[in-house]
């Protein structure tokens, strides 16, 4: 567990790229994906996650939720199985104005809160202390008891103490106006981290500097050489041939079937041809 640290201040900032994964359904049955938060058995909690394609970035005291620090994206939902999406999400409960202790940016572009299915902000007060970066186990990618995370993250950014923004992790292409990761210059204190995923043999590695590492459970988590800025194609959930009980697993990558003498599966990339020259390579 990590060292008490500030419960006021903070900055996230990470790329993601979701698989719709082994339940996923956009129902019931589809587990959260956890990005940073605690193990979700009790309360106080916290978490920084996406639940059928909703971001949900969020804190509370106990079960009635009082004390709820929160941004949740509302009637916006992350799908895109093709797409890295980057979230910065900043809190700052010391400002003086509730509509800037807590800010999300998407991509470059600031979340909106309008109070009519966008963005929800939910503000308990100046100078709150939330339930987040605190002393209990921290997980990314594993919420509650059976809820893993199938997809990619990259460039995971944890700044405690420091209310960061959006140009500080990333900036838009001056050719083509794409959205791009940059590199982060600013300082890294307390409980900060920067997990890089450079070595595929200690992808906990953290690389702040503050040796804020962290512990890689499993056999399914894996290096990968889709990234931000080199985009691979992956196999589609949104449009796919696989069977009733068919999944599509290991970020995109594998595609099952069920056992049976007339089962099949298929499934097309996410990335579409147009022109040029390309390559396919399958197993």
Wanted: glycine share 12%.
């Amino acid at each position: 567990a990590p060292s008490h640290g500030n419960r006021r201040t903070m900055t996230w900032s990470f790329w993601i790229k979701f698989n719709r994964g082994d339940k996923a359904s956009y129902s019931s049955a589809e587990p959260a994906i956890l990005i940073d938060g605690d193990n979700q058995s009790g309360y106080p909690s916290h978490k920084i996650s996406f639940y059928q394609g909703k971001a949900i970035f969020y804190s509370a005291d106990d079960a009635p939720q009082n004390g709820k620090v929160a941004m949740e994206s509302g009637d916006i939902r992350f799908r895109d199985p093709s797409a890295w999406y980057h979230f910065v999400y900043m809190l700052d409960t010391t400002a003086g104005s509730a509509a800037t202790r807590q800010r999300v940016w998407v991509n470059g572009v600031e979340a909106d809160v309008n109070g009519n299915g966008g963005w929800v902000r939910t503000d308990a007060g100046q100078n709150k202390d939330t339930d987040h970066n605190g002393t209990e186990a921290r997980f990314i990618g594993k919420y509650h008891t059976s809820s893993y995370f199938d997809g990619q993250i990259a460039d995971y950014h944890f700044i405690d103490g420091q209310a960061k923004i959006h140009t500080d992790f990333g900036e838009f292409d001056s050719t083509c106006g794409i959205w791009k990761p940059k590199k982060y210059t600013g300082t890294f204190t307390g409980n900060s981290f920067h997990l890089k995923g450079e070595d595929s043999s200690n992808l906990g590695l953290d690389s702040s500097g503050l040796s804020n590492n962290w512990t890689v459970s499993g056999t399914n988590v894996y290096q990968s050489e889709d990234t931000p800025s080199n985009n691979f194609a992956l196999l589609n959930y949104d449009s796919n041939s696989k069977g009733a009980n068919g999944r599509i697993i290991n970020g995109g990558l594998t595609i099952l079937t069920p056992t049976g003498a007339y089962s099949y599966g298929s499934a097309p990339a996410t990335l579409a041809v147009s022109k040029g020259k390309w390559y396919w390579e399958a197993k």
